[in-house]
């Protein structure tokens, strides 16, 4: 009896530590349907790992690299203009690329989702439209620009290519550093 006790308790860690695995990979998605549209951005976003195609696409490549240090970063933003003061919000269709330096190489590490709700330089709108919704979740906001230039918006970081200890959806990602 107590031999069948502990290897039915080994087999139970065993299977968690595996579903703890198998969450890490995806983030800590679990929801099927998430699981489901993440896989199809991962299939739109795949030729962007070369940034060629993205400035073939009308990406256009930030300067700066953002990072906060000794919490994370974003990386490069390489931003499609068009799709930034599009209205609509398309999940195959992100209006930001990420890209990191990794071994001396800018490698698309994810994407985000940008919601205008302003002209540039425009304080929020009071009240605020309420906040897009992608992957089941409700886009960060609403926030002024960043920078001069920038309107006020929402927007969701989907960290596809790079894995985010913070989540799949957090701001800054622990893993990326700026040079």
Known sequence: MQKGFI???????????????ASAATGGVTDAQTLKDLAELR???????????????????????????????????????????????N?????????????????????????????????????APPAPVLFGRDFDGPMLGHEPGMPPHYDLHVWLWQANPAGMFADLNPNISCP
Do not use: W
């Open 7 to 21: 290897t039915a308790s080994l087999v139970l860690a065993l299977l968690g530590s595996f579903a703890g695995a």
């Open 43 to 89: 299939q739109a976003t795949i030729k962007y790992q070369d940034i060629s195609q993205a400035l073939a696409d009308g990406f256009m490549e930030t300067e700066a690299c953002v990072a906060v240090p000794g919490v994370g970063g974003m990386g490069y933003h390489f931003i499609h203009p068009a799709r930034a003061m599009d209205p609509t919000i």
């Open 91 to 127: 999940m195959s269709e992100p209006e930001v690329l990420l890209y990191a330096e990794i071994g001396g190489k800018l490698k698309l590490v994810g994407v985000e989702y940008f919601y205008a709700i302003g002209m540039p330089d425009a304080p929020i709108p009071n009240p």
